[in-house]
């Protein structure tokens, strides 16, 4: 590392906000978060830490003296250059992205040439144009603005931030800003991907949009190999090493969930027919993720026949482990699903369970797996937790009622589960 790090400001203390923060914070660099929520930069400055993330509070904690809270966006611009926009767009009503967040931020930005936009934040391959067009109509147009989209994965976020695949900084003017952005990232040694802003957007929205299509390819092969007695572990092991493919995300299951797939996938689709482009893949890739959510509760009515009256176990309810994230999850829909045709539904998580409690109130969590697998009819994997993969079937066989155990990610090791007198079934495995 050559020379003092640049002072970075970030605006969100989110997840992305919180991550990216605390990553330039490990390396080197003086960080100054801002928030609007009072509440939470109470909690920031009280050395909480407000989401789960795995080494997140570590990392915070070590860092303690170079990451600095306030809820005025003034504390950022006196001490940083470059003003990384970390706020959430969540999904409107119609299914696009609502950037009303980032419109305030954009609002608040100062009108001077020392200063740019860095926005981390996912938006609509457009929205740096329009943001730019703002700056000039009020004024502002010496401010400097780049796009630099974040790849973190809950869960492996820091390790992400700091490990890479790549680095992708967009602008459409030479200048001071991108080139520090660059500087910024170069203790990392990504491959760095420096293009304009609109294409920089869209590579954001492409990877997710793709590795959201690779889930629903495997999943309808999954579906196949059901019908034909193929087995879809096989079957992606053997496409996996053709190196055009790859083996990653070649896991079929009970569908993606959380906030970007969900999210980005939709709003990417939208993006494009607001254009006027009907973006047909996108649709059915939707499609393949809200059916195979469904999907189990046929596998269940199989087994069991009529579900109203049985007791159904979910095992895990976060959308993938090592997160408490509810968003998107498949085991809303599957547990909505099951109370409609009348099952009782009984579900433990090791973290999650609050979080699923403020979207489901209704729903039955206990707070150990113990109390789910008891009197069960049938249990289904939902969540991949280690703690839930390493379960002991035999004692699992002797609580339950009935003999059912979906393996809704095919983690379960079936010859466990089936030599422990249950019924073992996954997705697309024979
Ligand atoms: C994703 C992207 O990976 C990340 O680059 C982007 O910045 C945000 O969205 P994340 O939402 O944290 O990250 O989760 P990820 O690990 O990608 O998993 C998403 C969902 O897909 C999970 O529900 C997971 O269970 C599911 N999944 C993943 C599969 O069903 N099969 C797979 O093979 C891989």
């Not at 095992?315 to 994230?325: I, R, V």
Request: proline share 4%.
């Amino acid at each position: 590392m050559n020379g003092p790090r640049e002072p970075i400001g970030v605006i969100g203390t989110g997840y992305v906000g919180l991550v990216t923060a605390a990553g330039f914070a490990e390396l080197g660099n003086e960080v100054y978060c801002v928030d609007i929520d009072e509440a939470k930069i109470e909690v920031l400055r009280s050395g909480e830490v407000p989401i789960y993330e795995l080494g997140l509070r570590e990392t915070i904690e070590r860092n303690r003296e170079r990451m600095h809270f306030s809820t005025s966006l003034a504390d950022a611009v006196a001490n940083a250059r470059l003003l990384f926009v970390c706020v959430g767009t969540p999904p409107t009503y119609a299914g696009d992205a609502d950037l009303s967040a980032v419109n305030a931020v954009v609002e608040a930005m100062p009108a001077d040439g020392e200063h740019a936009l860095v926005m981390k934040s996912t938006v609509p391959c457009g929205t740096g144009r329009s943001i730019q067009r703002v700056f000039a109509e009020q004024g502002k147009g010496r401010l400097a603005y780049v796009s630099c989209p974040e790849f973190l994965k809950e869960g492996s976020a820091l390790q992400d931030f700091l490990e890479p695949d790549r680095v992708v900084v967009g602008a459409d003017e030479e200048g001071w800003a991108p080139d520090a952005v660059c500087e910024l990232y170069s203790p990392l040694q990504a491959p760095l991907v420096r293009t304009d802003v609109a294409s920089a957007e869209m590579i954001k929205l492409a990877a997710n949009a793709f590795l959201a299509t690779k889930i629903s390819f495997i999943n309808e092969i999954a579906n196949v190999c059901e019908e034909t007695g193929a087995n879809v572990l096989e079957v992606a092991r053997g496409v996996g090493l053709d190196q055009r493919i790859g083996p990653k995300f070649l896991s079929a299951g009970i569908g993606y969930g959380g906030s970007c797939f969900t999210k980005d996938v939709s709003a990417l689709k939208l993006l494009a027919a607001n254009s006027g482009y009907h973006f047909q893949l996108l649709g059915s890739v939707i499609e393949v993720n809200e059916l195979q959510k469904r999907r189990v509760v046929a596998k269940l009515a199989r087994h069991l026949g009529e579900l109203a009256g049985k007791r159904i176990g979910l095992l895990g309810l976060a959308f993938k482990p090592n997160t408490d994230d509810m968003r998107g999850a498949s085991s809303l829909v599957l547990a909505a699903r099951l109370a409609a045709e009348g099952a009782t539904v009984r579900a433990y998580d090791p973290i999650a369970s609050e979080e699923a409690l403020k979207v489901m109130p209704e729903l039955d969590c206990v707070p150990r797996v113990q109390d789910v697998l008891r009197d069960a009819d049938a249990v289904v994997l939902v969540t991949e937790w280690p703690e839930l993969v390493a379960l002991d079937w035999a004692v699992a066989a002797e609580l339950m009622a009935g003999k059912v155990v979906i393996d809704g990610r095919n983690a379960l090791d079936s010859a466990a589960v089936r030599s422990a007198g249950l019924l073992y079934e996954g997705i697309g495995v024979a």
